[in-house]
């Protein structure tokens, strides 16, 4: 089981590092996770230019000049857990909605002919209304339409993971929102979501069952960015090790405003996630780095090809939203609200091509 050391620890971590030691860590071929220390210290600060070039370089290097692009399909807005910066939040006021079967299927043919291949699927946690039953008939629905099928919902164990691997499911999302384990306890206030060591295991329960994919996430303004990316880093490092034929992702949300009024424990700046995006790709060249649409336009149209290599893109976070625009329950707010065709002109004016595909399960060993 994967063992995070205590977060004092890795802010004392992030926080000494000189010139000398930043110059290191950037031209490193591998600079392992004390080189991701350094690159995220505060003397990295003023490198920031030369660590974008790195970063660029070694994402053409590693995924040519193409970003994958994806569309999330929220199913559920029910939620048993009560987490004080979620608008999915047991005790907030919304509208809840889950979409039966049917209704989840024409969700999925909406965003099928806006040219998506592949599908994230996304649900609050209450494994009562939603679980393993209902995403594993989706999947049989959805496999033979699209080429990969992704979940982000309540972690689940390895057999469970293994039945919607069988089903058509290659992927699979699970943020542990942030690494602090004493603000985690302070934030996630009831519900099966407590449980700090069963969520931080979900990652390699996954990957036990085979899947292709998984995808780690901290969200920014929890804790201090800085240790909360060593913290990423050494989760990654481990499931590299012990999972060797695991595809990686990271995500780094940033709190945005959501039902609830909750602020931001800490402000976390655009520069901010520009210096932690540039340090987990200098530390981790394979990794998959996502930036969804919480990011604003004028921002994600800066860092194309600069480290991220997949954008979500014309984002509905309320079930049942791209057949009816005006739903709301909402889980966040957007901050870039362009349409698909309009991410991916600006992806293609970079000189970049916009894929939505992920992989084709022709690939798929079993
Ligand atoms: S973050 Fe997830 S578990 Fe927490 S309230 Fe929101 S949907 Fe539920």
């Not at 999915?88 to 806006?114: G, T, V, Y």
């Not at 996430?217 to 490092?237: K, S």
């Amino acid at each position: 089981m994967f063992e995070i050391p205590p977060f004092h620890q890795l802010l004392e971590q992030v926080r000494f590092a000189g010139d000398a030691d930043v110059h290191r860590g950037l031209h490193a071929a591998n600079p392992g996770t004390d080189g991701l220390a350094v690159l995220l210290s505060p003397a990295a600060d003023k490198h920031l230019e030369a660590m974008a070039k790195r970063s660029a370089d070694i994402t053409a290097l590693r995924f040519g000049r193409t970003t994958q692009i994806y569309a999330p399909l929220y199913v559920s807005s029910f939620c048993t857990n009560r987490c004080s910066y979620c608008g999915f939040s047991a005790d907030n006021k919304i509208e809840r909605r889950i979409l039966s079967l049917e209704e989840a299927e024409a969700e999925a043919i909406i965003l099928h002919q806006r040219g998506f291949n592949h599908i994230l699927l996304v649900s609050g946690e209450a494994p009562a209304k939603l679980g393993v039953d209902y995403l594993e008939q989706l999947a049989l629905r959805l496999r033979d339409r699209f080429a990969s099928i992704s979940i982000e919902v309540q972690p689940l164990s390895t057999y469970e993971y293994g039945r919607l691997f069988k089903a058509g499911v290659t992927s699979v999302a699970v943020y542990q929102e942030t690494y602090n384990r004493d603000i985690y306890n302070q934030v996630h206030i009831s519900g099966r979501k407590c449980d700090y060591d069963f969520r931080l295991d979900t990652p390699a329960r996954a990957a036990e069952s085979g899947m292709r994919e998984v995808g780690l996430g901290a969200l920014l303004g929890l804790a201090d960015w800085r240790a909360e990316g060593l913290a990423l880093g050494l989760h990654l490092a481990w499931l590299r090790k012990n999972f060797w034929r695991t595809a990686l992702t990271v995500s780094f949300p940033r709190l945005r405003p959501a039902a609830g009024e909750f602020q931001p424990l800490y402000n976390v700046t655009e520069r901010d996630l520009t210096h932690l995006i540039f340090a987990l790709r200098i530390f981790d060249p394979d990794v998959g780095i996502i930036l969804s649409t919480r990011e604003e336009a004028r921002y994600r149209n800066g860092m194309i090809g600069l480290g991220p290599t997949r954008y979500s893109a014309g984002s509905c976070t309320a079930p049942g939203g791209y057949s009816n625009p005006d739903t709301t329950g909402e889980q966040f707010s957007i901050g870039d609200l362009r349409t698909i065709d309009e991410v991916c002109a600006a992806i293609k004016q970079k000189g970049f091509d916009p894929v939505r595909k992920d992989w084709d399960a022709g690939f798929q060993m079993q």
